[in-house]
Structure formats: C-alpha cells, structure tokens
C-alpha cells in the first residue's frame, strides 16, 4: 500500500488547493474564449476549466475563476455579464504560444487578439471575433452564468450554448469527421505543463507577470519571416523589452558562426538560429540574433 498524504480543503491555502487540483486534475481542454465589452472591444483569454456537456441542446461550460491573489473577476466574466455572447475556440498545437501569450493581464481594453498576433473574424450570429487560426470555433449566447463562491478562486461556470460551428476543412477525414489526429489539439496540465495528443506532454513557459511586447511590437521584418512559426511569434512576442544595443553587439562578438552569417548576408540560416534558441525557450538570446547588424 502507497503512504499518503490526506487534505482538508478548508485547512490549506487557497493557492496550495489550487496546485493540487489543477495538478490531480487533466488534461483539461482549453476553451480560448472571446468576448467583446458593452463598447465592442474584443477581448481574447484561455481557461482550462472547460468541457461539453449537451448535444441537445449543445451546451458548453467553461469557468472564469476570481483572482487568488485579489480576489478580482477577468474581463472575460465582466463582458459577458454586459453581452450574454461568447465565441469558444478550440487550441491546437500550431498556436499555443500565442494562446499562452494572450493570457498576459493586459489592461481592460487592449486587444489581445492584436498582442498575440492572432486573426480576427467577425461571427455570423455573435458580436465576438473569430480566432481564425483556431481548427474550430463555436459561435454561443450565454444561457446562465452561476457563481461557485465568491472569495478569490472561487469559479464562474458560464453556460454557453453552441448556436453555429465553424471548422477547418483541413482537419477532416475522408467521412467528413473531425480527424484527431489532424485537429492535435493541446490540454492544459499543472504547474507550466501542457499535453499533446498522441505526442505527450511539454512545457509551456508562463507568461511574464510584467506585460510582454506582444507580437504586435515585433519589426515587420521579423513578424512576416515566412520561416517563423506562430509558436516562434508567440515566444518573441512574451519578453518585457528588446535587448539593447550594446547588448546584441557584444553577443555577436562571442559567435563566430554569426559574425560568419551576417558577413554572408545569409537571413535564413539567422532565422533557422534564432529558432534553435526559441526551441530551448532562450527568447533572449533569439532577440541578439534576429537583432544583430539590424
């Protein structure tokens, strides 16, 4: 018999509580949830408290949880007790970086869609945007929101019912079903931790505590690099400021292979370099090398 350890939950911190459950708890599905404020701003966050729950009607629910820390609600709540609208859009692989970057606290008002770098399309029934690059996308008018408590952590179960679905041809059998294979969706695990189906689990920095530059901040020329992934993007885009000068001139005098890339002019084989730090999530080290005799 294992040795265990045995918890109340009024007798544990609420943060304490909160890393075991999310820990115990998954993979849990992401609902990337798009919203717009009583003035049409679009706002864009992702929440792991998320399933489905009806056909019939299709019903989903997701759950915007008050703050630990402040015992504040998010953006995303508060505009949809104004709206009663809500677009949910399924997370893949291709753009959890930007996902993530989304999640940043930007103040009330800014466009996440616009920090992450991500497509905006307009609904057919719904005022909410789109995620365009999001496999599907599920157009819902808000049914019930039901509060759980109301100390920080308590959650928010916001009952979303489907009224049109949009998905990517792509991601389609030969039957016209989703393929699971093609739609490689991520779910959301504890700690940094997300898994991938049928590839395992991988680590997703967080977002700064401090706001990141967002993609929107990054040099055209580095933005529309067709050997960038929207991965890549999104890691650029989560640093709190660009390194400075003296900065990237003195990394380039310790690189011999990228003083020999910048003699050649070579922009590729720069970019395929500065991929090779975002893989190891050396975002910092990327910057010195995209930025170097810029």
């Not at 759950?63 to 504040?72: F, K, Y």
């Not at 789109?130 to 308590?154: D, H, I, M, N, W």
Request: glycine fraction near 8%.
């Amino acid at each position: 018999m294992q040795e265990m350890i045995t918890i109340s939950p009024n007798e544990v911190a609420t943060p304490e509580l909160h890393g075991y459950l999310l820990g115990a708890v998954g993979p849990r599905p992401i609902a990337f949830a798009s919203t717009v404020d009583a003035e049409g701003r679009p706002n864009l966050s992702p929440f792991s408290f998320f399933n489905v729950f009806s056909a019939n009607p299709p019903v989903m629910i997701f759950s915007p949880a008050r703050r630990v820390r402040n015992n504040t609600t998010k953006h995303t709540l508060e505009n949809i007790l104004k709206t009663k609208e809500v677009v949910i859009n399924i997370v893949n692989y291709d753009m959890v970086q930007q996902m993530s970057l989304s999640s940043t606290e930007y103040p009330e008002g800014e466009n996440e869609f616009v920090k992450a770098g991500l497509t905006m399309l307009p609904s057919e029934i719904v005022k909410p945007f789109r995620v365009g690059e999001s496999p599907v996308q599920f157009e819902c008018r808000v049914t019930k929101v039901e509060a759980l408590g109301y100390e920080g952590g308590a959650g928010n179960l916001i009952f979303s019912e489907v009224v049109k679905i949009h998905i990517h041809k792509s991601i389609l059998d030969e039957n016209g079903s989703i393929d699971q294979h093609k739609i490689d969706q991520v779910a959301r695990m504890g700690g940094n931790w997300y898994s991938r189906a049928n590839k395992g689990m991988f680590e997703v920095p967080k977002p700064l505590s401090t706001l990141g530059i967002g993609i929107d901040a990054i040099p055209e020329r580095i933005r529309h690099s067709k050997l960038l992934t929207g991965n890549d993007l999104g890691k650029l885009g989560n640093v709190e400021e660009l390194p400075a000068t003296e900065e990237v001139a003195a990394f380039v005098e310790e690189k011999k292979e990228l003083k020999e890339i910048i003699r050649a002019g070579d922009e590729e084989r720069r970019f395929r370099m500065a991929q090779e730090y975002l893989n190891n999530n050396d975002m910092l080290s990327a910057w010195k090398v995209l930025l170097a005799n810029n």
